[in-house]
């Protein structure tokens, strides 16, 4: 393949025609260039549209704050030494991954959750999702009024409360029931 210039010859005839073939530097050089940048542009299509089996979730900005918030239901009429079905609405701004906890506590704050399906690593979508999980309600409570709490942790610190930093995210108030 060769191509024609319309260039002038070194010794100034302007009518000249000088053929340029693939051996020629400039042609080399200019296609070496050209599928570099294909090359590139294509590397960059295929990064942006091929994420790893596990993508981690895009850094919050500095100036976003992490806000999480929770509400439960579980089913009515529940009493010690059960498992039962609650079902959490949780909202946030962000994806994150955080641990579903809950807590049975007696009037005196007490804790008695077991850590029946507690579930770590949760990955949360930016938005509203409902998530159903298992609580255990420890049998041979004493008798008192017990408060079933849903709790957001940190990933890795469910029940933490203080410890290495760890604080619950959110809370609420799924329901009660009494120990006769």
């Known amino acids: 393949m060769s191509t024609t210039s319309g260039s002038s010859s070194p010794s100034g005839n302007s009518g000249a025609q000088s053929k340029r073939t693939l051996r020629d530097p400039q042609v080399i050089a200019a296609i070496i260039t050209g599928v570099l940048a294909l090359a590139g542009v294509l590397a960059g ?3 942006s549209n091929h994420s790893s089996a596990s993508p981690t979730p895009p850094s919050p900005s500095p100036s976003e704050k992490l806000n999480i918030s929770v509400a439960c239901k579980i089913p009515p009429g529940v009493h010690s030494g059960e498992q039962i079905t609650a079902t959490y609405t949780i909202t946030s701004n962000q994806e994150v991954k955080v641990g579903l906890g ?5 009037s005196g704050g007490t804790d008695h959750s077991t850590g029946t399906g507690d579930q770590d690593g949760y990955q949360l979508r930016a938005g509203t ?5 298992i609580i255990a309600l420890p049998a041979g409570l ?3 009024q017990y408060e079933i709490d849903a709790e957001i942790w940190p990933d890795g610190r469910i029940g933490a409360n203080g410890a290495n930093g ?3 995210l959110a809370e609420a108030t799924c ?3 009494s120990v006769p």
């Open 129 to 133: 999702q409902k998530v159903t999980r």
């Open 142 to 144: 004493s008798a008192d």
């Open 166 to 168: 760890a604080n619950v």
């Open 175 to 177: 329901g009660t029931f």
């Open 102 to 106: 809950a807590g049975v506590y007696d």
């Open 45 to 47: 299509i295929f990064l």
